[in-house]
């Protein structure tokens, strides 16, 4: 019982510490792949760069646009995991929808 809760506390540690790693970013997860490694596309810095995201909600359009360093970079929902943004929210993109 004792091995099992300390397998259990090293693996916790294991995966939060990615998700301490990347506090005041923001961006796009392609993949879970990349969710889990923490691997933002178009990330920035959120104390010293700026960009907007754009999920598209009205009329629950199928893009999510971005605008990263002066330029408009557009995306289908379906190729997106989830959107995190500088207030640390996330959220996730499931078969075109947000959540």
């Known amino acids: 019982m ?12 294991a995966i939060s510490n990615p998700v ?18 923490q691997k933002l596309s178009y990330a920035i810095n959120c104390k010293t760069e700026k960009h907007s995201i754009n999920p598209s909600r009205i009329f629950q359009d199928r893009y999510v646009t971005i ?22 929210s996330i959220t996730r993109i499931f078969k075109g929808r947000e959540f």
Do not use: M, N, P, R
């Open 2 to 13: 004792k091995t099992a809760i300390t397998i259990l506390t090293v693996a916790w540690i």
């Open 67 to 88: 605008k990263h360093k002066g330029i408009k970079h557009k995306h289908l929902k379906d190729t997106v995991y989830s959107l995190k943004y500088c207030d640390e």
């Open 20 to 37: 301490f790693s990347q506090k005041e970013s923001s961006g796009i997860y392609f993949t879970s792949d990349d969710y889990l490694k």
